[in-house]
């Protein structure tokens, strides 16, 4: 496995920048606290999307096993930080997707993982789905780092970006690698499996309605929607995945499913418990 991604990954590490007493003083605005609640959301989950790789047993390969142990701990900070803002802010915060936890949690016992242990296309679509969710999460930092007034909240939101960044680069490169070593009927088989599995970042812990309610006002404006369609273009990169259209694909079909009075419930609150994501899907 060639670990040149490894050094780059380890050469970009950088802490995020909070402080716990600063953010207490910090008051921001109850839609962006909103937002920043379903990103608690999601970073919270990479504890249970690493414990789902280590499950098909994806941390055996050198270069996951040096990512994944970091990842974890720097996504299990963002969320000890964003949590640490919203416990003093008064919002209403988006309902995840009831049963959301059990059904996740449940999902991998029904897997049949032993024929998936050492596939090389299990390994290959959790880097691609790793990319493209991240990709994803780092275009939402940088869009709600752009809305705050705090200078110390953005701060803190693009030092997360940042890292989410390199995040990014790595599952990118780690895809590429792997897809270069799949032969054709394999490219085929993971770009199917991909096509039926990949879902926007925050949809299976949020619900559709929910998810619709809290991102569709965001979609509706042309450059953060430009910048998120920009994910096909990365998918398109990774070998046997040309023209794939995962996110085109979702957007298309989002007018319709966004209509008036199709929003999520909501209630107010200031804390939630870890939810979690697809089953192997990485993101935030």
């Known amino acids: 496995m060639n670990r040149d991604h490894v050094a780059r990954f380890r050469a970009r590490a950088g802490p995020i920048s909070w402080e716990a007493a600063e953010l207490a003083r910090c008051t921001i605005e109850p839609e962006l606290a909103r937002m920043l609640h379903v990103a608690a959301l999601l970073e919270e989950d990479t504890a249970i999307t690493v414990a789902h790789a280590h499950a098909f047993g994806l941390g055996r390969s050198a270069d996951l096993a040096a990512f994944l142990p970091t990842w974890d701990r720097e996504e299990a900070e963002h969320g000890r930080a964003l949590r640490a803002l919203l416990a003093h802010q008064e919002y209403v915060a988006p309902e995840p997707a009831r049963r959301s936890i059990a059904l996740r949690r449940r999902a991998l016992a029904r897997v049949p993982i032993r024929p998936l242990v050492r596939r090389p296309e299990t390994s290959f679509l959790f880097c691609v789905l790793g990319a493209a969710a991240e990709y994803v999460a780092t275009v939402i930092y940088a869009q709600l780092a752009a809305q ?70 965001w979609l509706d404006d042309e450059h953060f929607r430009g910048r998120v369609a920009r994910m096909d273009r990365i998918v398109d990169s990774i070998p046997h995945l040309a023209e794939a259209r995962l996110m085109a694909t979702f957007l298309d079909d989002l007018p319709a499913l966004s209509r008036p009075g199709r929003g999520g419930t909501a209630g107010t609150r200031r804390s939630s418990a870890p939810r979690t994501r697809s089953l192997g899907i990485p993101s935030g």
Do not use: C, K, M, N
């Open 148 to 217: 705050t007034r705090s200078p110390r909240v953005e701060r803190l939101v693009r030092s997360i970006a940042r890292q989410e960044a390199r995040h990014f680069a790595f599952f990118l490169d780690a895809a590429r690698i792997r897809g270069d070593r799949l032969t054709d009927l394999q490219g085929r088989a993971a770009r199917r499996v991909l096509r039926s599995l990949w879902e926007p970042i925050g949809l299976p812990t949020l619900g559709r309605s929910t998810w619709h309610a809290t991102f569709a006002p």
